[in-house]
Structures are given as structure tokens and as C-alpha cells.
Nanobody
Framework: QVQLVESGGGLVQAGGSLRLSCAAS????????MGWHRQAPGKQRELVAT???????NIAGSVKGRFTISRDNAKNTVYLQMNSLKAEDTAIYYC?????????WGQGTQVTVSS
């Protein structure tokens, strides 16, 4: 059974930083793309960033220049470094990954930015 477990969310003031982590565990043969989505109250889930196993990145325009995605393949972990946080970044952040050719989602971690 594969699991993705996020950590690192919390409450931060506007302008601050947080780093989210997401570790995949279980019986893992391969991990392709990993990424982050977020869902704010009353809004649809939206893509934040993705990264392939080879390191190719895709960053949403709303966070480009402030958020950075990276991964450690040896640890089966993906990170989201979030800087210059704004109130509108408040959301539940979900990790996802293509593990053993199937897509998995984490349970989500809350990020709250106070203005």
C-alpha cells in the first residue's frame, strides 16, 4: 500500500515562509511526476507546481517567483518552498504523485496566511 504524507503546514504572517514536505512510503518501484495542488475555501482545487523524476518543473503563474518545488528521489520526497506568502495563499495543500504507474494523493495540510 502506497501512502503520501504531507507535513510542514501551519499559520504564518503575510510575507513569511513555509516549507512543505511530502514523503511517499510503501512498496515503491517507480515514482514519476510529483506535485502540489491547493484548495481554498469555496474554490476548486488548483495546480501549484509539479516536478518530473528528471527535475523538469511546472509552476503556476500565481506563485511563480515565490514558490519553488524540488524533490529528493533517494528519499521519495517532494518539497514546496513557499516564500513571500500572501493571504490568498491560504488553502489546504495536497501532495500527489504517480507511484508504480498509479496516482496517489496525500491527506492535505493546512496553510493559513494572516494579513
Amino acid at each position: 500500500q502506497v501512502q503520501l504524507v504531507e507535513s510542514g503546514g501551519g499559520l504564518v504572517q503575510a510575507g513569511g515562509s513555509l516549507r512543505l514536505s511530502c514523503a511517499a512510503s510503501g512498496t515503491i518501484f517507480s515514482i514519476n511526476a510529483m506535485g502540489w495542488h491547493r484548495q481554498a475555501p469555496g474554490k476548486q482545487r488548483e495546480l501549484v507546481a509539479t516536478i518530473t523524476s528528471g527535475g523538469l518543473r511546472n509552476i503556476a503563474g500565481s506563485v511563480k517567483g515565490r514558490f519553488t518545488i524540488s524533490r529528493d528521489n533517494a528519499k521519495n520526497t517532494v518539497y514546496l518552498q513557499m516564500n513571500s506568502l500572501k493571504a490568498e495563499d491560504t488553502a489546504i495543500y495536497y501532495c500527489n504523485g504517480e507511484v508504480n504507474l498509479a496516482k496517489y494523493w496525500g491527506q492535505g495540510t493546512q496553510v493559513t496566511v494572516s494579513s
